[in-house]
């Protein structure tokens, strides 16, 4: 059983005051912060894409429950990625699947959904598991930063999510693609070996390409369609 904590109080007006005091800050005591107001309140979701902020979270709130997607489309590197994080950080790795496995999925919607309707798969596979993942919780940590793309150029460092009644934190939102390498490179990040291979974003196999030099870091994700979140920032 987790341990229990006492709830902050009105979490919208936490956010609110949060994020003018913190915005700008180091993520460090950002997420120090949020360890120290939610405990064991407080989880992570990562996609293993962000294994800078899985390392920096451990550092300072260590044992923190991780969240993972297993969307059952994974490419291998990042199940793999996955499970040496769990071995080598000191976080409580928490891996949570669809409800229905691929297979039933195809049963009962037809192959390819991820091709024929995106949006309806990504409902499936990640939003709704998401959402059963953080119920325990009263705020979530997650590895979003404003130069990701023209969509998320006014994300707050810690805002109220709304949808869920939580509060979103987002300690890296300001860092730029220079500073998570040289944070990778100055700390030995285990780091999925899918950046090497010429990816800059990655998510689930079937709708995740490599980049061109000069494109946008997340035109891998969804190419050839209007889709640019899976809908779990929405």
């Known amino acids: 059983m987790r341990p229990t904590h006492d709830p902050p109080g009105d979490l919208r007006e936490l956010a609110a005051r949060a994020d003018r005091e913190l915005d700008g800050a180091d993520a460090a005591d950002i997420l120090r912060w949020a360890g120290e107001v939610f405990g064991p309140d407080l989880v992570l979701a990562s996609s293993m894409a962000d294994t800078h902020l899985v390392h920096l979270a451990q550092s300072v709130v260590p044992g923190i429950d991780v969240l993972f997607l297993d969307t059952g489309y994974h490419f291998a590197e990042t199940i793999g990625t996955r499970d040496a994080i769990a071995v080598v950080y000191d976080v409580n790795m ?109 998510g689930c196999a079937p709708c995740t390409r490599r980049t061109a030099p000069g494109e946008d870091s997340r035109a891998g994700r969804w190419a050839g369609t209007a889709k640019t979140e899976c809908g779990i920032h929405d």
């Not at 998401?130 to 023209?150: H, S």
């Not at 969509?151 to 300001?174: F, N, Q």
């Open 94 to 202: 928490i891996s949570i699947t669809p409800r229905q496995t691929v297979e039933e999925q195809e049963a009962a919607f037809g192959p390819r959904l991820h091709d024929r309707d995106p949006a309806r798969c990504c409902a499936l596979r990640k939003v709704e598991p998401l959402e059963r993942g953080l119920a325990p919780y009263t705020a979530w940590v997650n590895g979003m930063r404003r130069v990701d793309a023209p969509t998320r150029k006014d994300i707050r460092t810690v805002d109220y999510d709304a949808k869920r009644g939580m509060v979103k934190i987002s300690p890296i939102a300001g860092w730029t693609d220079e500073d998570v390498e040289a944070y990778v490179e100055q700390h030995g990040v285990l780091v999925n070996p899918l950046f090497q291979d010429g990816y800059t974003s990655i």
